[in-house]
């Protein structure tokens, strides 16, 4: 972090000139400019009266938030393939299992299913973008086609499979994250 550069861009949002932001507390313009410029490092207890004339303090000024990402490109994504079961799982969202959802986009082959995942809390939600698959849900069976969604609580044993001749494509939000 650069000091200097953010007390600048805190006295400019604060529409302050140095010279106000020095007379608020009761520094020079020429010692303000320094330490804008990162010329000099004010002492803690002059910085915190630079602070307090900028209406902020020590920990909301050293706090630092990343802003959150938004979108997502292709690049983003972590693949992992299962050569037994015939599908490929895609984490869309990096580092979504420490989200309150995890989205993926997984393929499974004609004959591929995925590994069965035990009763847990939370939901399920699917939506088939390609071919036709089957969800299992305990000893129940739902067959779901291309443009359709599946929804349901996970408390029994649940998979995905894929019976037909064609690849399907699904996108699978489980929450929390399960995958």
């Not at 604060?14 to 303000?32: H, M, P, V």
């Not at 000099?40 to 920990?59: R, V, Y």
């Not at 990402?69 to 972590?78: C, G, H, L, R, T």
């Amino acid at each position: 972090m650069k000091i200097g550069e953010k007390i600048r861009r805190l006295r400019v949002q604060n529409s302050l000139t140095q010279e106000e932001l020095a007379d608020r507390c009761e520094l020079t313009k020429g010692f303000i400019s320094q330490v804008e410029r990162d010329l000099t490092s004010p002492s803690i207890a002059t910085l915190m009266d630079i602070l307090e004339g900028l209406g902020t303090n020590l920990k909301d000024f050293f706090n630092e938030v990343e802003d959150e990402k938004i979108v997502f490109s292709k690049d983003d994504a972590f693949v992992t393939e299962n050569e037994e079961l015939q599908y490929t799982l895609k984490w869309v969202i990096p580092n979504a299992q420490k989200n309150l959802m995890e989205p993926i986009l997984i393929e499974i082959n004609p004959g591929g299913r995925t590994k069965e995942d035990y009763p847990h809390e939370g939901e399920e939600f699917g939506y088939v973008m390609a071919g036709i698959i089957f969800v299992h849900i305990g000893n129940e069976k739902y067959k779901v086609r291309k443009g359709e969604s599946f929804y349901y609580k996970a408390n029994s044993n649940h998979y995905i499979s894929n019976e037909g001749k064609t690849k399907a494509k699904v996108i699978w939000v489980s929450t929390p994250p399960n995958f």
